[in-house]
């Protein structure tokens, strides 16, 4: 059998960054969504409540790229009180011609950040505003950096606020991210100050209940929600689904059931098949993103499957041109 | 993060056998699944048209274990044509209290194999007639040799049948069973010369029709169908599944979707949760297993998260005390 090339968190740090590079990579990614012969099943999901943990596993094949991946993403939320990180995980790389494993990517959940925060960079190249001067971020975590990071390569916004239920958090991500933008970074009073004053909104957390409410939106307002994932998340007041001019969602299948589709057909706003233009559409040029600079536009993100096969294949060729990596006979 | 630890198949081999220790511990994970806390989430399964491939994905959390598996298993049907195997794959082992990567193990398929012989020892060793003269063994690939070294553990039969569609295939398993069990090993004219002359029954093959009638059947015969893993395949008469007096299966909810419950359910033989007996309960003492020397039995196999869970935490326990593998730091 070929032999098997193991990355780790080091390497796959040292081959991929958060970079225009990698939002063009996640761009694909969604166009090839929209395309034919993507095969992306739905997510396996494991809850382990006995040891308050949960495991996903993603995968999607995607025509034309030589391999696709099988990621493996473990969350134990007691793992903080160990001083372990909650989130971690893996992606295996199998030949897309044999299915025979070419790479383990032990990347410890970090190729997840980057196409995840990128894919909010392709929601905001889309729909967001040209002109920028005001972002605002909800949550105070590792995604809430990163989607500003990924942010300010497509709209260089002037100035961010940030909002946290925990204000001492909000407080500590402002001043590390004052000294990482360069560019004034306030913490919000409420969300509602945020909201109201931001022509970019990012929400980024793992709220049950929604932080955001429909009467605060205001023309050219372009919001990204990323963290709603299960069906017990949810971020955005439901009405939101049908008050935004354009509700657009990175999987429909998908935002139906673990996004923010899912609390609106939840609260009877819309059918159970409501439709709603996908992410990919936009980008492949199938429909129009932003339309006017009135228009209200929101984007929920749940995570998919042809993000990772696409940064894991994009990884794997950094690290072999790089010869990064151990080589393991299978 | 604490470091990662690769075992090669080799590695592997040398770890694992097939031997009684294999089967009490596919035993004990069957025993488990019929206890509480047993979490085993549906197979992701990904068919990959255009490549003549798939690739499941299995696991299961089994409360007790230091770790639990995340199984991929690819297919890839046109690899023989590239001098390549069609099966293979490797297993994530997870610590079982924080989900970090523990080990990843490069198989290619070798613990599948093992896991899935040792199943049906599990089941012949319940089900089966204490004593067994005869042996018949449908199929002539790598599971119609393990499923009968597997037997041979439990029951030590006296003689072996095989067929085959292909009979230059069953001729030439013939010859290398005989060697290796040093036992008489024949080809028989027909599945029906087959099954009537035999007290178990394995079948290991991939059809999509049945290969066994239930005419055939005759008191004290026990029928282990290992082979139905998707919804396209079947190796019974669907009226077995009645006219058995007792049809058990691995998972019942696998057994409905891809196993030969699947079959009987599309022919209206029975409904759609038409209740069997699982292994596990048998394994576990919950219910009897074989009650009478004239009684028939089938069960069939569709292959288990927690079977894959319990062989893979066995294998990285023993190669921990070996000092067997590569140790990577994540």
């Known amino acids: 059998m070929p032999d098997v090339t193991i990355l780790t968190e080091r390497d796959l740090r040292a081959c991929v960054a958060l970079d225009p590079g990698s939002v063009d990579i996640v761009e694909g990614a969604f166009a090839a969504l929209a ?9 396996l999901s494991m809850a382990i409540a006995e040891k308050h943990g949960e ?13 696709f991946a099988i990621k493996v993403s473990p969350g134990f939320f007691d793992n903080p009180k160990r001083g372990l990180p909650s989130l971690n995980g893996l992606m295996i790389v199998l030949d897309a011609e044999t299915g025979i494993v070419k790479a383990v990517l032990l990347d410890n959940g970090y190729l997840t950040d980057v196409r995840t925060a990128a894919a909010g960079a392709v929601a905001a190249r889309h729909l967001a505003l040209a002109n920028v001067e005001t972002v605002g971020v909800i949550g105070a975590g590792v995604q809430a950096e990163l989607q500003i990071e990924a942010l300010a390569l497509v709209r260089p916004f002037a100035r961010l606020l940030v909002w946290s239920r925990d204000t001492s958090k909000a407080n500590a991500y402002a001043d590390r991210m004052t000294a990482r933008l360069g560019r004034p970074v306030a913490v919000a009073e409420t969300p509602e100050a945020l909201v109201r004053q931001s ?4 929400t980024t957390t793992p709220s049950r209940s929604p932080l955001i409410r429909a009467e605060w939106m205001h023309p050219g307002l372009h919001i990204t929600a990323m963290g709603s994932d299960s069906s017990e998340k949810n971020e955005l ?13 990175d999987r429909l299948a998908q935002s139906r059931v673990v996004g923010e589709l899912r609390s609106a057909i939840a609260a009877d706003l819309v059918g159970p098949d409501h439709m709603a233009d996908e992410l990919g559409a936009i980008c492949a040029g199938h429909v129009p993103g932003r339309r006017s600079d ?3 536009t929101v984007c929920d993100l749940t995570g998919t499957g042809v993000q990772d096969t696409s ?8 690290a072999r041109a ?3 990596g151990q080589t393991v006979e299978s």
């Open 35 to 43: 395309g034919g012969g993507v095969v992306m099943p739905p997510i």
């Open 55 to 67: 495991v996903d596993v993603k995968t999607a094949y995607v025509p034309g790229l030589s391999g």
């Open 199 to 202: 022509q970019v909104v990012v």
């Open 237 to 249: 007041d439901p009405s939101i689904v049908t008050a935004a001019d354009r509700f657009v969602c």
């Open 294 to 296: 009135d228009e209200i």
């Open 311 to 318: 940064i894991a294949v994009h990884a794997l060729d950094v």
């Open 322 to 324: 790089r010869g990064l």
